[in-house]
C-alpha cells in the first residue's frame, strides 16, 4: 500500500472519529477529557479538519495557532474545569488578545488587541480554548451574514443558503464541529437567528448580565454577547462561566407550567414548515401537562418599532468613532466608512453618518418608548402568571443567498429581508429580556427552524432550565 493510500485512509477515519464529538455535551466531553480518552488537543485537530472540510462555507476569518499551547495553560482559579479543554471560537467582534479582531470590516481587518474582552477572560479563567474568530455580517449590521470582504457565510445545511442574524460564521463553526461551543452577539436576534437556521442553540441574557467590553459594538443598549451550542445544557455553562454565577439549578418539570402562546404578531404569515413545527410542539407541551396561555401582548408591533432603529442608529453614530479613538485612532469614521464593502451596511451607515436620528428622537425612544415595552412586556407575564412565552424563533427556515439581499419570499411573496427575520427576536432585544432558541427536529430534506422562548426580565436562570426540559421532549418525541 503507498503512502498516498494510506494517508487517504487516516484522514477519512480522522473526519469520522472528528464527527462523533458533535453530538456530545460538554460535560460528556470533559468527563472523556478527564478518563485520558480525549484530550483537548484531539478537539482542537478535529475541530482544524472541519475547518478545512468546511471551508467553503467561509465561517472562519482566522485561526489562533497558538490554541494547543494555552490548551495546556489553564489558570488556577474558582471557575477551573467548568470549561477545562473545550474548544470555542468567537465572533470576530469580540476582542481576543494577540488576534486581529475586523469586525467584519476591511478598514479594521489588521487591527490586534491586546487586551482580551471580559468575557474572553472568564471563559479563559474556566479553562476554555480560543480556536478561532469567525465571519460576520460587516459590522454586525446585518441579517443574513453575507460579507462581501470575508466571503458570504453558507449555512451548515445549505453552502448557498444564508447563516443567518450576524453571527453566521460562530452557528456554522458550532454546527459543522469547528468547535464544541461559540460566541456570537445580539443586537435584535443575531445569537439567536443564525442558531435557528442551523440547528444549534442560542442564548441571549438579559441585557447587562455579560461584562461589555472590549466589543466592536454598536448599541449599548442592545448589544450583549450571547452563547452558542449544541444543547441548552451546554449554553447553561456557558451562561454560569460568563455571569459568574455559582449556585446550582434545581431540574424544571413542565407539568404545572405556564407558558404564554401570543399568536397576534409571533404566528402571523409563518412558513408552512414553520407553522406545523410549533404546532407539532404545542401539542406536546400540552399533553406533557404545561397550560399554554393563548394572550396576546398589547400593542407588541407598535411599541417594538418605536424602539429599535431609533436607539441603534444614534448609538452607533457615538461608539463608533469612540471605539476607534480608543483602540484603533489611525482609522476615522470617515475611512472605516469608505471602505465598508456590503451594500446594506454602507446605506445604514450612511444614515449613521448624515444623523437621521436626533438627540430628540434617541431620548424619546430611550426614556418614554423603551419603558412603555418593558412595562407591557412585564405586564403580560405578570397578569398571566407565565414562566415564558413561546413562539417560533423566525417565520421562515434560511434562504438563498443570491436573492436575499434586500427580499425574501415568504408564502408567495417577496418580503423585506431584515425586518422579516428579525420580527420574533427583536421585542426581547429591545427588552432586555432572556431569550433562547432551540433548534426543532426537522427530516434530511428540510432546512433547520427554531423555537423560542422569552422569560421575564433576569429570569435567565430559570429560562434556561425551562429551555432544557423543552428540548428533552423534543428529542423524546423524535428519538420515537
Known sequence: MTTKSLWIIWVIGFMSFANTSTSQTI??????????????????QQGRAAMKEHRSLNAIISVNNLAGEQSSAIPDTDNRGLLAGITIVVKDNIHVAGLANSAGTPALKHFVPSKSAGVIERLQNAGAVIVAKTNLHELAYGITSNNPAFGPVGNAYRADYIAGGSSGGTAVAVATGMAVAGLGTD????????????????FRPSTGRYPADGITSISKTRDTVGPMARSVSDAALLDRVLSKT??????????????GVPRQYFYENLEPLVAAKMETLLGHLEAAGVHLVNSDIEQIAELNQRVGFPIVLFETGEQIPEYLQ??????SIEELVEQIASPDVRDVMG?????????????????????????????HFQQY????????????????ISDSLETVELNGERQPTFATYIRNTDPASNAGLPALSIPLPIEKSQMPVGVEINGAVNTDRRLLQIGRAIEALIHQHHNK
Open 246 to 259: 455559582t449556585a446550582t439549578d434545581a431540574p424544571v418539570e413542565l407539568k404545572g407550567l405556564r407558558i
Open 351 to 379: 444614515m449613521v453618518m448624515a444623523k437621521q436620528i436626533s438627540a430628540e428622537d434617541y431620548r424619546q425612544a430611550l426614556e418614554f418608548d423603551r419603558p412603555k415595552l418593558q412595562a407591557a412586556l412585564a405586564k
Open 385 to 400: 402568571r407565565l414562566d415564558a412565552i413561546i413562539f417560533p424563533t423566525t417565520p421562515l427556515s434560511a434562504r438563498p
Open 27 to 44: 460535560i460528556e466531553l470533559q468527563q472523556q477529557i478527564k478518563s485520558g480518552q480525549l484530550s483537548s488537543e484531539t478537539l482542537i
Open 326 to 331: 480608543r483602540f484603533v485612532p489611525d482609522v
Open 187 to 202: 443586537t435584535g436576534g443575531s445569537s439567536r437567528i443564525p442558531a435557528a437556521l442551523n440547528g444549534i442553540v442560542g
